[in-house]
């Protein structure tokens, strides 16, 4: 179609980091289409050129994890600004491994996030202000487990 200009191609912008730390792992059942799992988000930071504060206890992930082993992501917890702005986030993702990797990231060991495909899509509820471009910016972010815990690398799409 000629002189109908084309959608631009989308880039990613670092804009900060996520380190979590989270409890232990609680079974909520076993229905049709996998396991339910509880995972408590206790506390954690953010750092980076685009936002700093802090992850408040109190938030939680409920990973579906389907009988094949992909997890299917579903966090929700509070991240406190370094100004005192409480701001939420929903994190939504997968998690896809061959079943080797799995288990060796079940067992706590160090995995290579080359061996495994863990990214998500963070939405941010956050107030008029200047934290609203949270609320106005497609992100995706890359996911590596830690012994106790999760890194979150958060890139918006520009």
């Known amino acids: 179609m000629d002189g109908v200009p084309l959608p631009?191609?989308?880039r990613l912008e670092f804009a900060f980091s996520i380190s979590a730390e989270i409890g232990q792992a609680r079974s909520a059942g076993r229905h049709g289409q996998g396991?339910?799992?509880?995972?408590p988000i206790l506390s954690?930071?953010?750092e980076g050129p685009r936002l700093s504060g802090t992850i408040l206890p109190g938030g939680s992930d409920w990973p579906l994890i389907r009988p094949d082993g992909t997890s299917e992501i579903s966090a929700r917890y509070t991240i406190l600004?370094?100004?005192d702005t409480p701001i939420l986030v929903h994190n939504d993702g997968l998690r896809v491994s061959s079943p080797d990797v799995l288990a060796r990231l079940r067992r706590g060991e160090a995995v290579d996030p080359a061996e495994y495909y863990f990214f998500s899509t963070p939405r941010f509820e956050a107030p008029d202000g200047p934290y609203r471009w949270l609320s106005d910016t497609i992100f995706v972010a890359s996911l590596a487990p830690r012994p106790g815990g999760i890194e979150i690398?958060?890139?918006a799409v520009c």
């Open 81 to 83: 600004t370094a100004d």
């Open 153 to 155: 690398r958060v890139f």
């Open 44 to 46: 954690g930071r953010v």
């Open 35 to 39: 396991e339910r799992l509880h995972i």
């Open 8 to 10: 631009s191609t989308p």
